[in-house]
Nanobody
Framework: QEQLAESGGGSVQAGDSLRLSCRRTGSLWSSPAMGWFRQAPGKEREFVAAITWSGLSTKYGDSVKGRFVISRDNANHTMYLQMNNLKPEDTAVYFC???????????????WGQGTQVTVSS
């Protein structure tokens, strides 16, 4: 069974940058597309970004386009989210997730991490 573990969250000021990491461990036989989601207090979970297994294709939520960059290092079983020009509205728990396919499909992820808190103050 595969597990996902996020790291890199923290408290920053508006305009700062943070890089989140998501490491895959356990059973690593699959080659999943992966993504980042976030959930702010009192709000539904929101899609942030996703990347195919090859890394050749990415997609972003409208609220983070131009500020966040998703990437992955398959040799080290790790995915990243570089977050630039952070805003207070980016405050949320950030979750990484793995999909059932190596490319984008219209199914939700089937594996989730525990989440890491990102807090942006003005």
């Amino acid at each position: 069974q595969e597990q996902l573990a996020e790291s890199g969250g923290g408290s920053v000021q508006a305009g700062d940058s943070l890089r989140l990491s998501c490491r895959r461990t356990g059973s690593l036989w699959s080659s999943p597309a992966m993504g980042w989601f976030r959930q702010a207090p009192g709000k539904e979970r929101e899609f942030v970004a996703a990347i195919t297994w090859s890394g050749l294709s990415t997609k972003y939520g409208d609220s983070v386009k131009g500020r966040f960059v998703i990437s992955r290092d398959n040799a080290n079983h790790t995915m990243y989210l570089q977050m630039n020009n952070l805003k207070p509205e980016d405050t949320a728990v950030y979750f990484c997730a793995a999909y059932q396919s190596s490319v984008f499909i219209s199914l939700p992820p089937n594996t989730w991490g525990q989440g890491t808190q990102v807090t942006v103050s003005s």
